[in-house]
């Protein structure tokens, strides 16, 4: 008989929730999994307790200070673990290919260059950064093609809809096989967020701390008031143009606010398959490390005795980036990628209380009607645009404020 050796892992963004939560489940199969290498930012305790734990051989954190302290404390326990420091390290880790599985789970535009490090790598890519896929989604895809890497989404909404594929259409997604497997649309649902029934007049007085508190899922600041805007939506929209070669046409939003149908994918003869269960992360991460199979995850049950499902359109008025991000899809790379930048300056501003919670919308808009370049024809022409997004936005913010 064949004993299969362990798959290796390695975890871009281990300190942040998705990171924690692989972990977790990593935990729940120590014979199956080994933690290869673990990436972080500026949390040295927390990293300090994933090496204890987990014994990976490598580690890279961005923030000097926290690579030397995670350094010292990982000295003084006789663990070997070698750990780097600066953001080009996290990239070099990234690109080492011994790693079976690359969780790519750093937030934001600065995680987009470890994850397209790690898919030409040519192994399983978990991908949480949505913003590989938003600012140049074309051009990523076009690189996990020819390094024939297998991309696999773990963000709830966008596994439910691979996870509604049959197998041939995931093995080949694009724009032939929507006609050729009767494929007529996808369905992304949305909480809503915490202010889903608030009236507009009061949404000038929401506070962050109001804002990072979702009524569903926890998670990161920057992600609990995208979700609160709808912008993680728009995100998504984007996402799934890509991911699924979707036409624009065919993507619809709606909001769910008990977030159990995570999304759905419609069918020519009139069918819709979705995909739901008990909201927590872990499952469509284990999914994803156990694909084609499935294992267990730990997530409680589903009762469905408990649950009256409803959904509604999202009003354009209560949620204006989610539009925002609809018409940045149609406009092409370079427009998206201006939008998330002015997105990720905005949210900035606001949990600093620089600017109100109406506000970003503001900014977004203004920096997508100022803004005029090129599409991007590589990953360093969508840098520059990031960058150029984000003196904009800082400029609209001054003038706001």
Request: charged share 20%; hydrophobic share 45%.
């Amino acid at each position: 008989m064949q004993i299969s050796r362990q798959q290796l892992v390695t975890i871009l963004g281990s300190t942040g929730s998705v990171g924690t939560s692989t972990l977790k489940v990593l935990s729940e199969h120590p014979g199956r999994f080994t933690v290869f290498a673990l990436t972080g930012n500026q949390n040295a305790a927390l990293m300090i307790d994933q090496c204890l734990l987990h014994r990976p051989r490598y580690v890279a954190m961005a923030d000097e200070h926290a690579a030397t302290t995670v350094r010292a404390a990982l000295g003084e326990r006789k663990v070997d673990t070698i750990v780097l420091a600066g953001k080009s390290a996290i990239v070099d880790l990234a690109a080492v290919g011994l790693a079976d599985i690359i969780v790519a789970a750093i937030a934001g535009a600065s995680g987009l260059a470890p994850t397209v490090a790690a898919v030409r790598t040519g192994k399983r890519i978990l991908l949480a950064n949505k913003e590989s896929l938003v600012m140049c989604g074309r051009l990523f895809m076009e690189e996990a093609r020819r390094y024939r890497s297998k991309v696999l989404p773990i963000d709830s909404e966008l596994s439910a809809i691979y996870q509604c594929l049959s197998s041939r259409l995931q093995r080949r997604i694009d724009r032939d096989a929507w006609d050729q497997h009767g494929m007529a649309g996808i369905v992304l649902t949305g909480s809503g967020g915490p202010f889903r029934t608030m009236r507009l007049a009061e949404f000038e007085r929401i506070t962050p701390e109001q804002a990072c508190n979702h009524p569903v899922w926890p998670m990161g600041k920057k992600i609990s008031v995208d979700s609160a805007t709808m912008m993680n939506k728009g995100l998504e929209y984007i996402e799934a143009r890509w991911l699924f070669d979707a036409p624009p046409d065919r993507i619809e939003v709606l909001v769910h606010p008990q977030a159990v149908i995570h999304s759905m994918v419609r069918f020519c003869d009139g069918s819709v398959i979705s995909q739901m269960g008990t909201p927590d992360m872990r499952t469509p991460i284990a999914y994803a490390l156990a694909y084609p199979a499935r294992m267990t995850a730990t997530v409680a049950p589903f009762d469905f005795k408990e649950q009256t499902l409803t959904f509604a359109p999202p009003d354009p008025l209560r949620f204006p980036c989610l539009g925002l991000a609809i018409d940045a899809c149609a406009a092409g790379q370079a427009a998206t990628t201006a939008l998330n930048a002015a997105n990720e300056v905005a949210v900035a501003a606001f949990l600093n209380s620089v600017i109100r919670f109406s506000s970003m919308s503001q900014v977004i808009g203004q920096v997508m009607d100022e803004i005029s370049v090129g599409e991007p024809r590589s990953f360093e022409d969508v840098i520059e645009i990031d960058r150029h997004a984000r003196r904009l936005a800082a400029r609209v913010i001054n003038r706001l404020t």
